[in-house]
């Protein structure tokens, strides 16, 4: 099966600096990649679409200048956490699809394992 | 816009009772239908999903699901709990993106 692989898996870091996650489709070529964010004990919130070559398209309330997604190749998307505040620590999952097979709604979703953000 | 929502945050079980965790959804087009399973500290696999066809789905680790137009829902079923079960459960529909339940945590009691 499909595999998306993020990295690191788990970091710390100090209020005001920026942390960057990976976010890798290993096996395929991930034309569109989503960022999701989880608090303990609570469900998926998506934060934003990515499409490879494109700006990425954020929800309502999600401020992209605090939270960067770049998607620079059909295998990587990349999400900067800029100017962390330990309001930021959370769990972010990535899961990657490719479109290019089809209704975008059919295409199963390829979840990563998840980054552990604490900001101290 | 689609909206999925699970009825109990928490479920208990017996080791070898049924399970069943109910899912209703809210689509405005025919709706693509899944479940995920979350261990600790893990992401999401995939359990089972509807798309066309056979309204009755079956996946791993035993877990099956029925789609009911109907009732809008897609209960997640399986007929003998095992302790390896326990873990948070996740409906979610499709449109052009993925709207997840609040999810319900399964607990299984020896």
């Known amino acids: 099966g499909a595999v998306v692989s993020q990295h690191p898996s788990w970091v710390i870091c100090k209020s005001g600096t920026s942390v960057k996650i990976e976010c890798r489709s290993l096996d395929f070529q991930a034309t569109t990649m989503f960022w999701y964010r989880q608090f303990p004990k609570q469900s998926l919130m998506l934060m934003a679409t990515?499409?490879?070559?494109?700006?990425?398209?954020?929800e309502q309330g999600v401020e992209k200048d605090k939270f960067l997604i770049n998607h620079a190749s059909l295998t990587l998307s990349t999400l900067t956490v800029t100017s962390a505040h330990p309001e930021d620590s959370s769990f972010y999952i990535c899961?990657?699809?490719?479109?290019?097979?089809?209704?975008?709604?059919?295409?199963?979703?390829?979840f990563g394992p998840g980054t552990r953000l604490t900001v101290l | 816009a689609q909206s999925v929502t699970q009825l109990g945050s928490h479920v208990s079980v017996s080791e070898g009772a049924l399970v069943l965790l109910r899912c209703n959804y809210s689509?405005?087009?025919?709706?693509?239908l899944f479940w995920y399973v979350q261990y600790p500290n893990q992401g999401l696999q995939l359990l089972l999903k509807y798309t066309t066809g056979a309204t009755l789905v079956k996946g791993i680790n035993g877990f099956e699901a029925e789609f009911k137009k109907s009732e809008t829902s897609f209960h997640l079923t399986k007929p003998s709990a095992h302790m390896s079960d326990a873990a948070e459960y996740f409906c979610?529909?499709?449109?052009?993106?993925?709207?997840f339940g609040a999810g319900t945590r399964l607990t299984v009691k020896p």
């Open positions: 689509s405005s087009v025919p709706p693509y």
């Open positions: 979610a529909v499709s449109e052009n993106d993925m709207r």
């Open positions: 899961s990657a699809v490719n479109r290019g097979a089809g209704d975008a709604a059919y295409n199963e979703q390829f």
């Open positions: 990515s499409n490879e070559g494109s700006k990425a398209t954020y």
